[in-house]
């Protein structure tokens, strides 16, 4: 019996041991807002402004096609022929020639609205590139195993914010981005 308590301790401690040599220091975490590098960066808000100027020519666009389209709609159902004849084959080809520019003005819409979407990622992306250096460099600094992004916590304390450091540094080392997004590759 007491050799077999004796073992029992034994293998308890044996136990024991590696899980208390396996306990982890405390981890040193860091929070970026992402959106406030993004909205506040110099190259950002350069970006930013180009990009709204770009999305105002696509509403004026949109404005311009409705107004246009809608009037010539109405012109059209106003001026349909009630008998079958030579006028009616004519009014055919005008609502014809009107779906055909309607159908056109939608695609160009649509390819206007996907080059600035194309081109509103990839001035994401390039901040995002140029800030991650910088947020591994502030974490090196800091001593910080981790670096979340403000979205991903409920709460934190405002001393583990580093969003200025990285907004200062992203200012110095990526002034300015592209806002024109390279050409996607052509299908084979």
Do not use: C
Request: charged share 20%; glycine share 4%.
């Amino acid at each position: 019996m007491k050799k077999l308590l004796i073992s029992l301790a034994l293998a308890s401690a044996a136990i024991v041991a590696p899980v208390q040599a396996q306990t982890l220091p405390a981890a040193v975490i860091v929070i970026v807002d992402m959106d406030r590098v993004f909205n506040n960066s110099v190259a950002g808000k350069a970006a930013q402004a180009e990009l709204k100027t770009r999305l105002e020519g696509i509403q004026a666009r949109v404005n311009s096609l409705r107004t246009s389209l809608g009037n010539e709609e109405q012109q059209l159902a106003q001026t349909r022929p009630t008998a079958a004849g030579p006028a009616a084959t004519a009014w055919e080809t005008k609502v014809k020639d009107f779906t055909t520019r309607k159908t056109q003005a939608e695609q160009e819409l649509a390819k206007r609205d996907q080059d600035f979407q194309a081109s509103r990622q990839y001035v994401l992306k390039q901040l995002n590139d140029g800030a991650q250096p910088i947020i591994t460099q502030v974490m090196k600094e800091r001593g910080a195993q981790i670096a979340l992004a403000e979205g991903a916590t409920l709460q934190h304390s405002a001393s583990l914010d580093v969003t200025n450091d990285v907004v200062a540094r992203l200012d110095k080392a990526l002034p300015r981005v592209s806002t024109t997004a390279p050409a996607a590759p052509a299908a084979q």
